[in-house]
């Protein structure tokens, strides 16, 4: 039995590395640098551009003395087809499609500029594994649902146009897994957004994005960290021609191909009477002396100081769209991309995000994470620590005395929260 014990942790330490190589190997020939490849300066300049035979490419020429070479800011070194056909070509692949029918819908999208045959892709799916994990969950997810009903799409216009995508069958397979069974409820909620989100909310409603007024952050703690949404995003953004389809893209490729992403741009309200009982009845301190204000609206939706008068002067809705929506290791982890996110702080916000959430379906505020990330930055915290405020409790402390008698002796002790 020791023999055996061993020869499983020594397979396993193997694959764990051969993974690590693969990823490593992946990275190398996906530089994200805006350098000199040569040299590493930073001081080049424009320099024509290139005709390949499926796409137009920006040159650049290195000014660094000694150096002055020519070269290419290629997102994916040694391929002939475009980053966005490769994009597209493993996200239809992934969600259902063979590998024939992908590359008849690439070339019905992009002509000229698709692969012709199936190797190029199947090559493209291979070489990418490291990177998509939702590859070990396809096998069973196309037994579940046909490619068609896979992912279901939502527009909504709620003051502006939002796509709601829906992954079925990674959500049926997550609650699958010991540590996420419980979240059916999330589930539920999620099957109904198409049939019963109440749309005129979203018209009436202030935004939570808008909100102003800060949270109590004493006890909560930020926590700075390498992801793969990270990884996502570097490859991702690259294709991306204008700023404005930066957050679709990603949603659209992280919905599809990574194993944890089960919803984008999900419709979240919370009422005034959910945030006077999660108040008065949780004893969340969720509104501050200074009340709710809103971005360009001076004082509006401020609430009263006096305990007794708390919901007095709240907005009647605050309303929402989680940009991501993972489950993943027992949590449920609310995800917000941020370009420049090392300079953003979207506590407030994301906080709001996961009290709405936790009431409408059900779910502890325990269970959720919030996070925002760009492709270099991830930080994450936990918005219970931001709501939830220790009280002082009564430690009895007992003193013996010399005749045998015993008394207790309160002590003020004032715990805290620490993200390990």
């Given at each position: 039995m020791v023999y055996l014990s061993k020869r499983k942790s020594i397979e396993k330490g193997i694959a764990d590395?051969?993974?690590?190589e693969a990823q490593s190997r992946l990275r190398a020939a996906m530089s994200t640098e805006t350098v000199c490849p040569y040299c590493n300066s930073n001081n080049f300049v424009r320099r024509g551009t290139r005709k390949k035979k499926h796409e137009v490419v920006q040159l650049y020429m290195c000014r660094a003395e000694g150096c002055g070479r020519t070269f290419t800011s290629e997102r994916v070194k040694g391929k002939r087809y475009p980053l966005k056909v490769i994009i597209e070509g493993i996200s239809?692949?992934?969600l259902g499609l063979s590998l024939e029918q992908t590359v008849k819908l690439l070339q019905k999208k992009f002509g000229e500029q698709a692969p012709q045959t199936t190797s190029a892709l199947g090559s493209w799916v291979e070489q990418y594994k490291p990177l998509c994990r939702y590859e070990r969950m396809r096998p069973y997810a196309v037994k579940l649902l046909p490619p068609a009903e896979m992912v279901e799409v939502v527009s909504m216009a709620h003051r502006q146009l939002y796509r709601f995508r829906y992954h079925r069958a990674k959500m049926f397979l997550s609650l699958e897994e010991f540590k996420n069974r419980r979240?059916?409820?999330?589930?539920?909620?999620?099957?109904?957004?198409?049939?019963?989100?109440?749309?005129?909310?979203f018209a009436d409603g202030e935004r939570m994005s808008e909100i102003r007024s800060t949270f109590d952050k004493a006890d909560m703690i930020v926590k700075s960290k390498h992801n793969f949404a990270n990884e996502l995003a570097a490859f991702v953004l690259p294709s991306v021609e204008r700023n404005i389809e930066r957050h679709e893209a990603i949603q659209r490729f992280m919905l599809a191909n990574d194993s944890v992403t089960v919803a984008t741009e999900v419709p979240v309200y919370i009422r005034r009477e959910d945030i006077e009982h999660l108040q008065n009845e949780l004893r969340f301190k969720v509104v501050g002396e200074d009340g709710i204000t809103f971005k360009g609206k001076k004082g509006k939706g401020s609430a009263g100081k006096a305990r007794g008068n708390v919901g007095s002067g709240l907005p009647?809705?605050?309303?929402?769209?989680?940009?991501?929506l993972q489950v993943r290791n027992g949590m449920i982890h609310i995800l917000d991309y941020k370009p420049n996110a090392a300079k953003e702080k979207p506590?407030?916000?994301?906080?709001?995000?996961?009290?709405?959430?936790?009431?409408?379906?059900?779910?502890?505020?325990?269970?959720?994470?919030?996070?925002?990330f760009d492709d270099k930055d991830y930080y994450e915290f936990y918005p219970l620590h931001v709501v939830k405020k220790l009280q002082p409790r009564k430690r009895a402390r007992k003193v013996h005395y010399r005749d045998g008698s015993v008394a207790t002796v309160p002590q003020e002790d004032i715990g805290k929260l620490v993200i390990v």
């Amino acid at each position: 039995m020791v023999y055996l014990s061993k020869r499983k942790s020594i397979e396993k330490g193997i694959a764990d590395a051969a993974q690590v190589e693969a990823q490593s190997r992946l990275r190398a020939a996906m530089s994200t640098e805006t350098v000199c490849p040569y040299c590493n300066s930073n001081n080049f300049v424009r320099r024509g551009t290139r005709k390949k035979k499926h796409e137009v490419v920006q040159l650049y020429m290195c000014r660094a003395e000694g150096c002055g070479r020519t070269f290419t800011s290629e997102r994916v070194k040694g391929k002939r087809y475009p980053l966005k056909v490769i994009i597209e070509g493993i996200s239809y692949y992934n969600l259902g499609l063979s590998l024939e029918q992908t590359v008849k819908l690439l070339q019905k999208k992009f002509g000229e500029q698709a692969p012709q045959t199936t190797s190029a892709l199947g090559s493209w799916v291979e070489q990418y594994k490291p990177l998509c994990r939702y590859e070990r969950m396809r096998p069973y997810a196309v037994k579940l649902l046909p490619p068609a009903e896979m992912v279901e799409v939502v527009s909504m216009a709620h003051r502006q146009l939002y796509r709601f995508r829906y992954h079925r069958a990674k959500m049926f397979l997550s609650l699958e897994e010991f540590k996420n069974r419980r979240f059916d409820r999330l589930k539920q909620y999620l099957d109904a957004v198409s049939s019963e989100t109440p749309h005129q909310y979203f018209a009436d409603g202030e935004r939570m994005s808008e909100i102003r007024s800060t949270f109590d952050k004493a006890d909560m703690i930020v926590k700075s960290k390498h992801n793969f949404a990270n990884e996502l995003a570097a490859f991702v953004l690259p294709s991306v021609e204008r700023n404005i389809e930066r957050h679709e893209a990603i949603q659209r490729f992280m919905l599809a191909n990574d194993s944890v992403t089960v919803a984008t741009e999900v419709p979240v309200y919370i009422r005034r009477e959910d945030i006077e009982h999660l108040q008065n009845e949780l004893r969340f301190k969720v509104v501050g002396e200074d009340g709710i204000t809103f971005k360009g609206k001076k004082g509006k939706g401020s609430a009263g100081k006096a305990r007794g008068n708390v919901g007095s002067g709240l907005p009647k809705l605050l309303t929402g769209h989680v940009d991501l929506l993972q489950v993943r290791n027992g949590m449920i982890h609310i995800l917000d991309y941020k370009p420049n996110a090392a300079k953003e702080k979207p506590i407030e916000q994301l906080t709001w995000y996961a009290l709405a959430l936790s009431r409408l379906t059900g779910l502890r505020l325990f269970e959720f994470k919030c996070a925002w990330f760009d492709d270099k930055d991830y930080y994450e915290f936990y918005p219970l620590h931001v709501v939830k405020k220790l009280q002082p409790r009564k430690r009895a402390r007992k003193v013996h005395y010399r005749d045998g008698s015993v008394a207790t002796v309160p002590q003020e002790d004032i715990g805290k929260l620490v993200i390990v």
